[in-house]
């Protein structure tokens, strides 16, 4: 998946707000990648864990999707029509939930 700033239509005041207030709830990573992104504009996972030593390309995804989740990103597709609404992900199988949950404790507790 690919992401971009959100576009704040001139408004650059929601973005650190944005940022200030997840504060709370971020990892390190997280606030680390929202700031690299902000100055730069660039979002490549891969670019994002060379310039800030993050231990893994998943831990960029992460970072990433979370800030997605909280508006200050937008997911998009690369070979989509100009305009064209992001497609939702297909929702997980019961047998791909109980696989995750083998192996994470958050997804087992959810299910439980």
């Known amino acids: 998946m690919i992401y971009r700033l ?3 239509k001139g408004d ?3 973005v650190p707000q944005l940022v ?3 504060l ?3 990892e390190e990573y997280n606030v680390r990648v929202a700031l690299y992104v902000l100055a730069t504009g660039i979002t490549d996972p891969e670019k994002l864990c060379a310039d800030l030593k993050l231990r893994s390309k998943m831990t960029a995804e992460s970072a990433l999707s979370f800030w997605a989740g909280a508006g200050l990103l937008e ?3 690369e070979n989509a029509a100009p305009g064209e609404e992001p497609t939702a992900p ?3 199988t019961w047998s791909e ?3 995750a949950s083998r192996t994470d404790p958050m997804i ?3 299910i439980d």
Do not use: Q, V
Request: hydrophobic content about 45%; glycine content about 4%; charged content about 20%.
């Open 97 to 99: 939930i109980a696989a």
């Open 12 to 14: 650059t005041i929601p």
């Open 20 to 22: 200030f207030s997840k």
């Open 24 to 26: 709370g709830i971020a």
């Open 75 to 77: 997911r998009y597709e």
């Open 108 to 110: 087992s507790s959810l």
């Open 6 to 8: 959100k576009e704040f």
């Open 90 to 92: 297909a929702p997980m």
